[in-house]
């Protein structure tokens, strides 16, 4: 069995503006993981502390991986369809 080949329309430069943003999605997570080793630190010297900025994170985290997992959704949305011209263009569309 032969494999398929795709065409893919996505232009160079939506490509690299897909890698950009994913790159910038992976800071945000570092972000996020050294918030959260920061309260474990915390958590070790003042647990008053720890609860507070525990508190202050999910307020925060929460509304930011909504956003973050809105952008991947797209991201992969559009990876996924990268050889259907009709939902590309429905996408850029919806812009």
Same mark, same amino acid.
């Not at 795709?6 to 897909?18: G, I, T």
């Not at 630190?41 to 647990?47: E, I, L, T, Y």
């Not at 502390?49 to 985290?61: D, F, G, H, M, P």
């Not at 990876?79 to 939902?87: G, H, I, K, T, V």
């Given at each position: 069995?032969?494999?398929?080949?795709?065409?893919?329309?996505?232009? #160079?430069?939506? $490509?690299?503006?897909?890698? !950009? %943003?994913?790159?910038?999605?992976? /800071?945000?997570?570092?972000?996020?993981? *050294?918030?959260?080793?920061?309260?474990?630190?915390?958590?070790?010297?003042?647990?008053?502390? #720890?609860?507070? $900025?525990?508190?202050?994170? !999910? %307020?925060?985290?929460?509304?930011? /991986?909504?956003?973050?997992?809105?952008? *991947?959704?797209?991201?992969?949305?559009?990876?996924?369809?990268?050889?259907?011209?009709?939902?590309?263009?429905?996408?850029?569309?919806?812009?």
């Amino acid at each position: 069995m032969t494999p398929k080949t795709q065409q893919v329309l996505l232009s #160079a430069k939506e $490509l690299e503006k897909l890698g !950009n %943003e994913l790159t910038d999605i992976m /800071n945000v997570l570092a972000m996020n993981n *050294l918030a959260l080793e920061g309260l474990e630190f915390a958590q070790g010297k003042d647990k008053t502390v #720890a609860l507070w $900025l525990a508190r202050k994170y !999910n %307020e925060v985290a929460y509304a930011q /991986n909504e956003k973050l997992y809105d952008r *991947l959704d797209r991201i992969a949305f559009l990876l996924l369809n990268s050889d259907n011209a009709n939902e590309l263009e429905a996408v850029k569309n919806d812009r």
